[in-house]
């Protein structure tokens, strides 16, 4: 006796397969969302930590502990001044969350966000101004 063909898109979706998303996608997910802001930046140069300033131009710092479908972040940037902290962080946490739900599926729980550097806006040559 034959069976009709199932038509196509109908399988059953366990035998697809399963997609399994390493935590390092969602760092560099987080960080690439972080680097588009504006007032954010991270550091780069240095040689394990050693040296390293910072950089609008480089990607935050992310870490991201994931389990299963939830994940917690801490983020490490720089950010210009002056900028009302609360109201940027709060704006770049909303931001994050948002984007990593939207691009992986994966809900973000909490994240952490330490300013590890301010950065005057009209700093330009690191030269001492005369007066």
């Not at 950089?55 to 991201?64: G, L, M, Y």
């Not at 972040?73 to 009302?84: D, Q, T």
Request: aromatic share 4%; charged share 25%.
């Amino acid at each position: 006796m034959n069976t009709p063909a199932a038509p196509a898109g109908s399988r059953d979706l366990d035998s697809r397969g399963r997609t399994v998303l390493d935590r390092k996608v969602v760092e560099k997910i987080a960080s690439q969302v972080a680097s588009e802001e504006s007032f954010a930046g991270g550091s780069s140069g240095g040689f394990l930590g050693i040296g390293a300033h910072s950089d609008f131009s480089a990607r935050p710092k992310v870490t991201v502990e994931l389990a299963g479908n939830i994940a917690v972040l801490s983020v490490e940037i720089g950010l210009l001044y002056p900028v009302p902290l609360r109201q940027v962080t709060e704006q770049l946490r909303r931001r994050i969350s948002e984007r990593v739900n939207a691009l992986t599926g994966v809900e973000v729980r909490q994240i952490d966000i330490t300013v590890s550097w301010l950065k005057p806006a009209d700093e330009t040559t690191g030269r001492r101004r005369l007066l």
